[in-house]
C-alpha cells in the first residue's frame, strides 16, 4: 500500500493557542479519507498546513514523499484543492477560470471539462460576480475534477450544493478513486463521509481522537432496539450496556453497546419477543457519541474549521 499524505505530530500553534495538537493522518494511494470534527476541531488549519500556507510549529508532513512546506510548489502540480467558501475574479466569468486553473496546471482536458460543466449544469459564461455561492463550488469543482491530478483536497466541497449537485459530486469522487486517486474530504455532512470513505479521522480540540475504516469504528457505537415482548421487561435499566431507555405502552426502545449485544437479546428473550427491531449504528452515533457533553464551538477561535 503507498502512503500518498502522511502528518506526524502535527502541531501548530498561533501564541500560546495550540490548534492543532500531535495529528496523525495517513492516506494511501485510491483512498477516500474522511476528516470530521466541528467547527473549530482544527480541520481547516490542518489543510492549510498541507497545502503549505502555514508552516507547522513541530512534526512532519510530507505529500508524495516530498515535504509540505519546503517543497510545496512541487506537490501542487499534483493536488487539486476545493475550499468551502470559494472566492473567485469577479470580473472573469466561470469558463475563464476553469481555463486559467487548468492551464496553470499545464493541460487542459476539453472534452472531461464539457462534461462537467454539463453534469454541474454550471453556466460557464456568466461573469463570476452574478454566481451564487453553489455556482461557485461548481466551478472550483469543475475545474479540480477536470484536472488530472493524483490527490484531491477537498475541504467542505460540497457547500452552497443542492442535493442533487450533491449526487453528482459524489460520483465524481467516486470515479476519481476508480482511477487510482487519493481523495482527502473534510465534511460535516456525515452521510456523504459515510457513503464514500475508506477511512475516517475525528479530530476534537486539535487532537486525533478516532481514526480507521468504518467497521473498525463500530464498536464504539451503539446499536438502536424497538422490542414488544409478551411480559413486561423486568430491570432492564440494570443490564449492562443498556442506555437510552424510553418505555412505551406495548413497546421499549434502548440503545445498547455493541460488546453487550450477546447478553442483553438473551435476556429480553425470556420475556417472549413478539417484535423486535434493530437499526445499525451509523458514523453519526460514532460522531455524537464522541461530543456527548461537549461544547462544539469552545475553540472556533485560531483554530479554523
Given at each position: ?17 495550540t ?7 495517513e ?25 503549505g ?7 512532519e ?17 499534483r ?26 496546471r ?20 456568466k ?6 455561492k ?34 453528482i ?25 459515510e457513503?464514500?470513505c ?45 442506555h ?62
Amino acid at each position: 500500500m503507498v502512503t500518498i499524505l502522511k502528518t506526524t505530530n502535527l502541531t501548530k500553534k498561533f501564541g500560546k493557542f495550540t490548534a492543532l495538537d500531535g495529528v496523525d493522518i495517513e492516506v494511501n494511494k485510491g483512498e477516500v479519507f474522511g476528516f470530521i470534527g466541528p467547527n473549530g476541531a482544527g480541520k481547516s488549519t490542518a489543510i492549510r498546513v498541507l497545502l503549505g500556507i502555514l508552516k507547522a510549529t513541530e512534526g512532519e508532513v510530507t505529500i508524495f514523499g516530498k515535504d509540505a512546506w519546503r517543497e510545496a510548489v512541487e506537490i501542487h502540480k499534483r493536488i487539486a484543492y476545493v475550499p468551502g467558501d470559494v472566492n473567485l475574479w469577479p470580473n472573469l466569468t466561470g469558463g475563464e477560470v476553469i481555463d486559467f486553473f487548468l492551464k496553470l496546471r499545464g493541460g487542459n482536458n476539453k472534452d472531461k471539462k464539457e462534461e462537467l460543466i454539463n453534469r454541474f449544469k454550471l453556466d460557464p459564461g456568466k461573469k463570476c460576480s452574478t454566481y451564487s455561492k453553489g455556482n461557485r463550488q461548481k466551478v472550483a469543482l469543475v475545474a479540480a475534477f477536470s484536472s488530472d491530478a493524483d490527490l484531491y483536497i477537498l475541504d467542505e466541497p460540497t457547500s452552497g450544493l443542492d442535493p442533487l449537485m450533491e449526487n453528482i459530486f459524489q460520483e465524481c469522487v467516486i470515479q476519481a478513486k476508480r482511477e487510482g486517486k487519493s481523495v482527502l474530504l473534510s465534511s460535516h455532512i456525515l452521510s456523504e463521509v459515510e457513503k464514500l470513505c475508506d477511512r475516517v479521522g475525528i479530530i476534537r480540540e486539535g487532537k486525533m481522537i478516532e481514526t480507521g475504516s468504518l467497521h473498525e469504528l463500530r464498536h464504539l457505537t451503539r446499536t438502536n432496539f424497538v422490542v414488544e415482548t409478551k411480559e413486561p421487561i423486568v430491570s432492564l435499566n440494570e443490564l449492562k450496556g443498556v442506555h437510552g431507555i424510553d418505555d412505551r405502552e406495548k413497546e421499549v426502545s434502548f440503545q445498547v453497546d455493541t460488546e453487550e449485544l450477546d447478553h442483553v437479546i438473551k435476556t429480553i428473550s425470556q420475556y417472549g419477543i413478539i417484535r423486535l427491531e434493530s437499526a445499525p449504528p451509523t458514523l453519526e452515533d460514532l460522531f455524537m457519541r464522541h461530543y456527548e457533553g461537549t461544547d462544539e464551538t469552545a475553540d472556533s477561535g485560531a483554530g479554523g474549521a
